[in-house]
């Protein structure tokens, strides 16, 4: 097992090389000069050219790069253009809003869609399982600002019960702090619910035809048992997968939702950065973003070892 975990951690080397190379590739891919971008229309060709110069632009690509990357593995992510402060400033300001909303998504979400799931494959064709799967069809039909628009409606305006926008941090105490990120987790999670929901439902509905579990059932085991034991750990490999993937749905949604409910997160500054063409701060959250997905599927190549140990050779 140590044997496939360091094999893994190797390919995700040149695969966050290969990121970097886009992330850095952001300046060139977007259209126009960037310097002209962010000098604005009113700036002199010599204002252009020394933002250019300020950034490097007037370098071959690859000397560019390889020095963008040498500061990378400082830990150096530049510096903001808009506000001359560091990016790994801007990012550790931000990155707890964003982090929480994240988590207790994910938490949420594990635990509503797999049960749900389950309850579905075990009533599969009666009216549970049909209402179960429209919940689904409709949640993952429905965009994340529209969810969260209505939420914040009904919950926050109509009823008063949580508050409409903002963030508590976590030292302020913890119910504050779950009060401000209710609204924004289901919203957020709703997409992610109903993909885990259908997984967890196909899995389990082939798993619950194998020879094995109708001789748990000849053994007379109880129904929790076969399905949460025998059943839901031999179906777990593609919905730990799904689970995995679903990390990119909530890095996308994360920047809608804060922005809906006014949180300070890393989503709000992404918005903030494209609006301003700030791009050393755009590049330096996709790459952390794209970290952040690279080690979640670390661990999930990981998690399969666990479940599965047949898949480790």
């Known amino acids: 097992m140590v044997s496939y975990i360091f094999r893994r951690v190797l390919l995700t080397i040149p695969l966050m090389a290969i990121v970097a190379l886009f992330v850095f590739s952001l300046l060139y891919i977007a259209p126009g000069d960037p310097a002209a971008v962010i000098a604005g229309d009113q700036a002199s060709p010599a204002d252009v050219e020394r933002i250019r110069e300020s ?12 020095t963008w990357s040498w500061r990378i593995l400082h830990f150096d992510l530049g510096t903001s253009i808009f506000t001359n402060l560091p990016v790994t ?14 988590s207790l998504t994910l938490v949420l979400t594990i635990l509503v869609a797999i049960p749900l799931g389950v309850l579905a494959a075990w009533k599969a064709g009666t009216w549970v399982d049909r209402m179960i799967m429209a919940f689904a069809v409709s949640a ?6 529209v969810v969260g628009y209505v939420l914040a409606y009904v919950f926050a305006l ?8 903002g963030y508590s941090p976590l030292a302020n105490g913890f119910w504050p702090w779950l009060q401000n990120l209710i609204l924004p987790s289901v919203a957020l999670g709703c997409v992610y619910i109903a993909l885990i929901a259908r997984i967890t439902r196909a899995s389990m509905l082939e798993v619950l ?7 748990a059932r000849a053994k007379g085991l109880g129904q929790r ?3 949460f034991v025998h059943a839901l750990k031999n179906a777990a490999v593609p919905i730990v997968t799904v689970i995995g993937i679903g990390v990119a749905l909530l890095i996308g949604g994360a920047v809608v939702t804060e922005s809906v409910f006014a949180i300070p997160g890393l989503g709000r500054l992404t918005v903030d950065a494209i609006l301003r063409r700030d791009y050393p701060v755009i590049q330096g959250i996709v790459l952390m973003f794209s970290f952040l997905y690279a080690l979640v599927n670390l661990v999930v190549d990981v998690t399969y070892t666990l479940i599965d140990p047949r898949i480790r050779y």
């Open 55 to 66: 950034l490097g632009l007037d370098r071959p690509f690859l000397v560019q790069f390889g």
């Open 89 to 102: 400033s801007l990012i550790a300001q931000r990155i707890e809003p964003t982090l929480s909303l994240m």
């Open 140 to 145: 993952f039909s429905l965009p994340v600002f």
């Open 158 to 165: 109509e009823f008063e019960w949580l508050p409409v926008q």
């Open 209 to 215: 035809q194998q020879d094995y579990i109708r001789t």
């Open 225 to 227: 048992n076969i399905l």
